[in-house]
């Protein structure tokens, strides 16, 4: 048997994710986080990843891009995603809280006000320096 890479491109949007739930489980591991995919979002979270402490645990969401929304406030949610060959795992209400400081815009766009989320499709290079803490 021959393997032979696949184009992400060409995949659909449920492989995609389960690409990038591959991609960044495999990222965890390095930091002893195993990680288990959640066939019903529990809690808002598409999968736990658990420390080998056996203590500490994430509850996160797999989203394609930076990310904030209302519906993860309050829920303990780390958000996971993927730009280029760099995985971020961020802890979304100290980012969301972090990103209206610092990008004061960002809370009076529409998208925020009106439907509770903001995303970005691709970092600046002050995002970049932003999210650096949060880069495995």
């Known amino acids: 048997m021959k393997f032979q890479k696949i184009t992400y491109q060409n995949l659909n949007a449920r492989q995609k994710e389960n690409y990038n739930f591959h991609k960044i489980a495999a990222a ?22 658990h420390h080998v402490d056996g203590v500490d645990f994430l509850k996160v969401q797999l989203k394609s891009r930076l990310t904030i929304s209302r519906k993860y406030e309050g829920k303990d949610i780390h958000i996971a995603f993927r730009n280029g060959d760099d995985i971020y795992v961020y802890p979304h209400d100290e980012l969301k809280d972090t990103l209206f400081a610092l990008l004061p815009r960002t809370e009076a766009r529409a998208s925020w006000r009106v439907g509770g989320s903001f995303s970005w499709p691709k970092l600046s290079e002050k995002l970049k320096v932003l999210l650096a803490g949060y880069k495995l």
């Open 28 to 49: 965890l591991a390095d930091y002893g986080y195993s990680c288990m995919w959640l066939n019903d979002d529990w809690q808002g979270a598409d999968f736990i990843a």
